[in-house]
């Protein structure tokens, strides 16, 4: 059964930066691909994907909304999925929630993702 934890979220104020981590449980980074993903959903919002990568090629992908702002990275050695926040702006609070599925990644498709993480609260204030 393959499980996500993530971790890194908090309290901090515009223009500054937060690092999430999703820890994975269940496979390992190294030995399939996966495409491993970052959404975020804001109260009253739908869920939206912010990042991607494709683990066997380091693809990336990101929303328009954090490019130059956010970066996705992996560590195989921990099986851990990173997102460095810098810049952050009060648009940015939301729930953020690591998500996988086998193979190559489907844009933000939301559904084609198939395991979930419990999510990380991110709140910006200005």
């Known amino acids: 059964q393959v499980q996500l934890v993530e971790s890194g979220g908090g309290s901090v104020q515009a223009g500054g930066s937060l690092r999430l981590s999703c820890a994975a449980f269940?496979?390992?980074?190294?030995?399939?691909?996966?495409?491993m993903g970052w959404f975020r959903q804001a109260p009253g919002k739908e869920r939206e994907g912010v990042a991607s990568?494709?683990?066997?090629?380091?693809?990336?992908l990101y929303a328009d909304s954090v490019k130059g702002r956010f970066t996705i990275s992996q560590d195989n050695a921990k099986n851990t999925l990173y997102l460095q926040m810098n810049s952050l702006k009060p648009d940015d609070t939301a729930m953020y929630y690591c998500?996988?599925?086998?193979?190559?990644?489907?844009?933000?498709?939301?559904?084609?993702?198939?395991?979930w993480g419990q999510g990380t609260q991110v709140t910006v204030s200005s």
């Open positions: 269940g496979y390992s980074y190294s030995s399939y691909a996966y495409c």
């Open positions: 998500a996988a599925r086998f193979g190559a990644c489907p844009g933000f498709v939301i559904d084609q993702y198939k395991f």
């Open positions: 990568i494709y683990t066997n090629v380091g693809r990336t």
